[in-house]
T-cell receptor
Framework: QQQVKQSPQSLIVQKGGISIINCAYE??????FPWYQQFPGKGPALLIA?????SEKKEGRFTISFNKSAKQFSLHIMDSQPGDSATYFC?????????????FGSGTQLTVLP | NAGVTQTPKFQVLKTGQSMTLQCAQD?????MYWYRQDPGMGLRLIYY???????DKGEVPNGYNVSRLNKREFSLRLESAAPSQTSVYFC?????????????????FGPGTRLTVL
């Protein structure tokens, strides 16, 4: 019952290249779209997030692009570096039960070759 | 500040054994969560707790129980471990942002417990 569908499952990019990870959602009530980054052996950590009233948000080499009509948002990593090698998760908030929750995509394992 | 801490880091169990995974936070967050992470499956919510004294089932609660001991601590118990519970388990808290649903909510994760059930 994944509410955000993430692709690709894995991605290999050369150093200096652009990494692009995509997520699609169904629930138009989502109003906040974060991306989490997870290094091997560590827990995920918030990387960057966007609200749907803007089409793009940039922080350093990381950019989120948001397409409301297509119900898609994507993470772009410019000038990818070996240190960016990690698993990336998109997420969205859901209203379910007694606590606020995030629903996560299935993850993308990014490998940046030196 | 330690953030979210989990013990143990690694554990190997035999089928049928029981164990408790411990989680503690010093971030003063009300909500706490237990996830499991499996290859290709992302993060799946097992149980969560909106506040001290309350717990609720998530997406995959079967075979698990939880206890919210106080505001700081949230434990996950496997009563009779099965090989299907081999996974990496993460505890997390949530910092709720102001405004509407989920607006700027941030989840803080512990370092994880790698559990193998033989």
């Amino acid at each position: 019952q994944q509410q955000v569908k993430q692709s690709p499952q894995s991605l290999i990019v050369q150093k200096g290249g652009i990494s692009i990870i995509n997520c699609a959602y169904e629930n138009t009530a989502f109003d906040y779209f974060p991306w989490y980054q997870q290094f091997p052996g560590k827990g995920p950590a918030l990387l960057i997030a966007i609200r749907p009233d803007v089409s793009e948000k940039k922080e350093g080499r990381f950019t989120i692009s948001f397409n409301k009509s297509a119900k898609q948002f994507s993470l772009h990593i410019m000038d990818s570096q070996p240190g960016d090698s990690a698993t990336y998760f998109c997420a969205a908030p859901i209203s379910s039960g007694s606590a606020r929750q995030l629903t996560f995509g299935s993850g993308t394992q990014l490998t940046v070759l030196p | 500040n330690a953030g979210v801490t989990q013990t143990p880091k690694f554990q190997v169990l035999k089928t049928g054994q029981s164990m408790t995974l411990q989680c503690a936070q010093d971030m003063n967050h009300n909500s706490m969560y237990w996830y499991r992470q499996d290859p290709g499956m992302g993060l799946r919510l097992i149980y969560y707790s909106a506040s001290e004294g309350t717990t609720d089932k998530g997406e995959v609660p079967n075979g698990y129980n939880v206890s919210r001991l106080n505001k700081r601590e949230f434990s996950l118990r496997l009563e009779s471990a099965a090989p299907s519970q081999t996974s990496v388990y993460f505890c997390a808290t949530l910092s709720a942002g102001a405004g509407g649903l989920g607006h700027t909510d941030t989840q803080y994760f512990g370092p994880g417990t790698r559990l193998t059930v033989l």
